[in-house]
T-cell receptor
Framework: GAGVSQSPSNKVTEKGKDVELRCDPI?????LYWYRQSLGQGLEFLIY????????KSGLPSDRFSAERTGGSVSTLTIQRTQQEDSAVYLC????????????FGNGTRLTVT | EDQVTQSPEALRLQEGESSSLNCSYT??????LFWYRQDPGKGPEFLFT???AGEEKEKERLKATLTKKESFLHITAPKPEDSATYLC???????????FGTGTRLQVTL
């Protein structure tokens, strides 16, 4: 079956511009996660959705970052007024149930802020 | 705060040369320990979940084991196609997220 799909696969933007990253999870997966992976760094948790609500937003690095999920499916991560330190690969993952279930990852969006 | 440390950072093996990767963790209330494989330009690919000390899982040339403080990923007679970064992650009692280590970059040469 189809896996987690992310778009775009690559995004180059100028400092100060806003960007939107999209994630289509595996059908039927209720839990959705956003992570960030910088060069040489581990995966950094950003936000977790259960259905359309986000009970854990603790990893969002600043108020320039926001995310939403609609219809219990597609999610969008928005970064406003991008900075060079936002350059990273943004990974989305989904899971059929929260807590203790393996996450299934997409191939990420590589964001480069110039 | 949950901590996951992986070693070594990088490992170079010759084809057929078995070895082990280590993942040590400091957490409160482990609900599961996960191993993933990540190829360049791709997202992490799930390999194993281990839930309790003493548990072992195997898949082809890979075997994962778990103790109360660490997990090992044993690679037996590796092939060049096993070259990848191997990531370890933990899920703990009150968290819904996984906390990842920084990975071991494995290169297997002919």
């Amino acid at each position: 079956g189809a896996g987690v799909s992310q778009s775009p696969s690559n995004k180059v933007t100028e400092k100060g511009k806003d960007v939107e990253l999209r994630c289509d999870p595996i059908s039927g997966h209720t839990a959705l996660y956003w992570y960030r992976q910088s060069l040489g760094q581990g995966l950094e948790f950003l936000i977790y959705f259960q259905g359309n609500s986000a009970p854990d937003k603790s990893g969002l690095p600043s108020d320039r970052f926001s995310a939403e999920r609609t219809g219990g499916s597609v999610s969008t991560l928005t970064i406003q007024r991008t900075q060079q330190e936002d350059s990273a690969v943004y990974l989305c993952a989904s899971s059929p149930a929260p807590r203790g279930s393996p996450l299934h990852f997409g191939n990420g969006t590589r964001l480069t802020v110039t | 705060e949950d901590q996951v440390t992986q070693s070594p950072e990088a490992l170079r093996l010759q084809e057929g040369e078995s070895s082990s990767l280590n993942c040590s963790y400091t957490v409160s209330g482990l609900r599961g320990l996960f191993w993933y494989r990540q190829d360049p330009g791709k997202g992490p690919e799930f390999l194993f979940t281990l839930y309790s000390a003493g548990e072992e899982k195997e898949k082809e040339r890979l075997k994962a084991t778990l103790t109360k403080k660490e997990s090992f990923l044993h690679i037996t007679a590796p092939k060049p196609e096993d070259s990848a970064t191997y990531l370890c992650a933990v899920c703990t009692g009150t968290a819904s997220k996984l906390t990842f280590g920084t990975g071991t970059r494995l290169q297997v040469t002919l």
